[in-house]
T-cell receptor, first 115, second 110 residues
Framework: GAGVSQSPSNKVTEKGKDVELRCDPI?????LYWYRQSLGQGLEFLIY????????KSGLPSDRFSAERTGGSVSTLTIQRTQQEDSAVYLC?????????????FGPGTRLTVL | QKEVEQDPGPLSVPEGAIVSLNCTYS??????FMWYRQYSRKGPELLMY????GNKEDGRFTAQVDKSSKYISLFIRDSQPSDSATYLC??????????FGTGTRLQVFP
């Protein structure tokens, strides 16, 4: 596909369960970002990958959140022991080389609801 | 205080109106300023990018940056119903991280 894809598009889970969210960036893009978007909160930066390494994990809200990227491509965001406050839209973006002068292309997001 | 402040709206205007969207910020290190448009149930898409101060025009859209006042604006001329979306400002400085505003929801009615 031409754009960033994310799966699933919607996820409903029960409090305490683990969830995995997947991001497929644009082919050839070395930089990958995860954001969280909550009502009235804007986009909250979670983590940034350059290749397979994550130089900036500063936005991960707690140790229940982790992310990995393999083969410089697909990334997975894992939330363990989900809480109701984790309910949000999780957005992934990729850019060709990273940095503030490089355009970030966003996927459609995964809407997570924790009951 | 948030690093970037943006009025969430909603802002409702008639078709053909000039729309003004604004953000203020507190971090003087910001040098890169962007506006993203986000349609409902979609990811944001880059609309305008400006480096440092000044104006940039692209069709019906004009972005302005006033670094002395720490204030940025996006103007939409001859607004159309298809412009109805949420508009997010974003800013970056000397790190790879962008800081986003909360977004302003715009509705243009026929």
């Amino acid at each position: 596909g031409a754009g960033v894809s994310q799966s699933p598009s919607n996820k409903v889970t029960e409090k305490g369960k683990d969830v995995e969210l997947r991001c497929d960036p644009i082919s050839g893009h070395t930089a990958l970002y995860w954001y969280r978007q909550s009502l009235g909160q804007g986009l909250e930066f979670l983590i940034y990958f350059q290749g397979n390494s994550a130089p900036d994990k500063s936005g991960l809200p707690s140790d229940r959140f982790s992310a990995e990227r393999t083969g410089g491509s697909v990334s997975t965001l894992t939330i363990q022991r989900t809480q109701q406050e984790d309910s949000a839209v999780y957005l992934c973006a990729s850019s060709f080389y990273g940095g503030n002068t490089d355009t970030q292309y966003f996927g459609p997001g995964t809407r997570l609801t924790v009951l | 205080q948030k690093e970037v402040e943006q009025d969430p709206g909603p802002l409702s205007v008639p078709e053909g109106a000039i729309v003004s969207l604004n953000c203020t910020y507190s971090n003087s290190a910001f040098q890169y300023f962007m506006w993203y448009r986000q349609y409902s149930r979609k990811g944001p898409e880059l609309l305008m990018y400006t480096y440092s101060s000044g104006n940039k025009e692209d069709g019906r859209f004009t972005a302005q940056v006033d670094k002395s006042s720490k204030y940025i604006s996006l103007f939409i001329r001859d607004s159309q119903p298809s412009d109805s979306a949420t508009y997010l400002c974003a800013m970056g400085g000397d790190t790879d991280k962008l800081i986003f505003g909360t977004g302003t929801r715009l509705q243009v009615f026929p």
